[in-house]
T-cell receptor, first 115, second 115 residues
């Protein structure tokens, strides 16, 4: 069975700084998908970034980028130029490559951005 | 599109009462997922449907929980009888399964409190 581990329950950062959230996972699959979701206080789950395991290039979405290390089964999220609106819980998630499969989530990291 | 719509947004009930949570997926999506979020266990998959048919209900905690999808635009999650340990936020999500590795779109969740 696949598992996703986020070892940092809470993190804090100042505005404009860079922060990295860690995620490791365990799977025997060779192809799969990895995601970071953001959950602000409103509870809405918002997709931040997505990575396909067969792509070596790390995904980037504006201020958000990942460091995907397939051999190490590591998938960290880097947030550059942190903003107050980045305050949220961040979830790392794994998906097998079959159509319509469910996401398996880590337990989340609560990120607080202060001014 | 209005996104995934869940109701009620908040529900407070007493132990032993029946609870019904409702979900309207995004039109055209053929997969529907029910997740439960608690502080202790994070986001857990309860059940998911493909074309209205339950595919995997191994995450349903016990017989007190049941889920139905009578048509492509509506699903319910029922708890009968409810217990205090069922208190959690319940999320519904939908996806277009033809896109392997496709994004799950989440509703805003239903916060259930069982007294």
């Amino acid at each position: 069975a696949q598992t996703v581990t986020q070892s940092q329950p809470e993190m804090s950062v100042q505005e404009a700084e860079t922060v990295t959230l860690s995620c490791t996972y365990d799977t025997s699959e060779n192809n799969y998908y990895l995601f970071w979701y953001k959950q602000p206080p409103s509870r809405q789950m918002i997709l931040v970034i997505r990575q396909e395991a067969y792509k070596q290039q790390n995904a980037t979405e504006n201020r958000f980028s990942v460091n995907f290390q397939k051999a190490a089964k590591s998938f960290s999220l880097k947030i550059s130029d942190s903003q107050l609106g980045d305050t949220a819980m961040y979830f790392c998630a794994f998906m097998k490559p079959q159509a319509g499969t469910a996401l398996i989530f880590g337990k989340g990291t609560t990120l607080s951005v202060s001014s | 599109d209005a996104g995934v719509i869940q109701s009620p947004r908040h529900e407070v009930t007493e132990m032993g009462q029946e609870v019904t949570l409702r979900c309207k997926p995004i039109s055209g999506h053929d997969y529907l997922f029910w997740y439960r979020q608690t502080m202790m266990r994070g986001l857990e998959l309860l059940i998911y449907f493909n074309n209205n048919v339950p595919i995997d209900d191994s995450g349903m905690p016990e017989d007190r929980f049941s889920a139905k999808m009578p048509n492509a635009s509506f699903s319910t999650l029922k708890i009968q009888p409810s217990e205090p340990r069922d208190s959690a936020v319940y999320f519904c999500a939908s996806s277009l399964g033809q896109g392997i590795g496709g994004e799950l779109f989440f509703g805003e969740g239903s916060r259930l409190t069982v007294l």
